[in-house]
């Protein structure tokens, strides 16, 4: 199933498959590691709609819901846990 980043449930995996921002936005998404390909899992959310955990290369990163919307990610079935190594 495809959905936006900031959909993504708690305790979920994804991976990236499409980024819908331009400029420096993007150039800051990509510096993060989110890049197509990327597996991505959002570990907690802030209360209020504030920012969102998320793990991606073995990094923890927070992302306000604004970004995170844009970032399309395809949700992974197997979500047991094992965090596999998506480093390049």
Do not use: W
């Amino acid at each position: 199933m495809n959905c936006t980043l900031d959909t993504l449930m708690q305790g979920k995996r994804g991976l990236v498959t499409e980024l819908y921002t331009q400029g420096a936005m993007r150039r800051r998404l990509m510096d993060l590691g989110i890049t197509p390909g990327t597996q991505i899992e959002a570990l907690f959310r802030g209360t209020r709609g504030g920012m969102t955990a998320y793990l991606i290369r073995g990094t923890v990163i927070a992302l306000r819901p604004e970004d995170a919307r844009a970032v399309r990610v395809q949700t992974c079935e197997n979500t047991s846990g094992a965090h596999e190594n998506t480093s390049r």
